[in-house]
């Protein structure tokens, strides 16, 4: 049962553009989600939070949306970049701040950005 | 920024044998740490909690007799794989942090 997803595989945009990846999940008892950008055979860095008190977070060129009541939460790059060019994993947790942070994954959106 | 390490970043070892695998937290010292699994293509999957001075919290379905997890100090844990078998290969990644969570980059297992 997967808790987080990420329905999409893989989206390619073109520079410049607005790269939009999205995120979905069941649990109603995450509080706190993050995107995780990722390349091949190294960790996940850490892009962008955001709290379930909030609605959105900005960030330079990265935005995250979350609508809780449809359990949804999208990361908008704009203007997208060819170094954006990754697997992009969203994860949430249910321990927002606290001392056990587990996180549970998506299974990723491989991003292409076109020069 | 906080610095997470891992020990070594691929290994390949024959089917039955042990391999360790270290996390060291660089510039920070962490209570906690987790241990993560990467098949291709797959989300990463929680396997463990470590929990340093204190025996590691399994994720269902994780065997913790196959997986042996130290955290001895705040700033190492180790994830040993006993008997490893060709279906243990996999990309095993730890985060470090009582908090915000502060990614490895990773180690390539590959049992033959």
């Known amino acids: 049962d997967q808790q987080v997803k990420q329905n999409s595989p893989s989206l390619s945009v073109q520079e410049g553009r607005i790269s939009i990846l999205n995120c979905d999940y069941t649990?109603?008892?995450?509080?706190?989600f993050l995107w995780y950008k990722k390349y091949p055979a190294e960790g996940p860095t850490f892009l962008i939070s955001i709290s379930s008190i909030k609605d959105k977070n900005e960030d330079g060129r990265f935005t995250v949306f979350l609508n809780k009541s449809a359990k949804h939460l999208s990361l908008h790059i704009v203007p997208s970049q060819p170094g954006d060019s990754a697997v992009y994993f969203c994860a949430a947790s249910g321990s927002s701040g606290g001392s056990n942070y587990k996180l549970t994954f998506g299974k990723g959106t491989l991003l292409t950005v076109n020069p | 920024g906080a610095v997470v390490s891992q020990h070594p970043s691929w290994v390949i070892c024959k089917s039955g044998t042990s391999v360790k695998i270290e996390c060291r937290s660089l510039d920070f010292q962490a209570t906690t740490m987790f241990w993560y699994r990467q098949f291709p293509k797959q989300s990463l999957m929680l396997m463990a909690t470590s929990n340093e001075g204190s025996k590691a919290t399994y994720e269902q379905g994780v065997e913790k007799d196959k997986f042996l997890i130290n955290h001895a100090s705040l700033t190492l844990s180790t994830l040993t794989v006993t008997s490893a078998h060709p279906e243990d290969s996999s990309f095993y990644i730890c985060s470090a942090g009582d908090g915000e969570q502060f990614f490895g980059p990773g180690t390539r297992l590959t049992v033959l």
């Open positions: 649990n109603s008892m995450f509080d706190y």
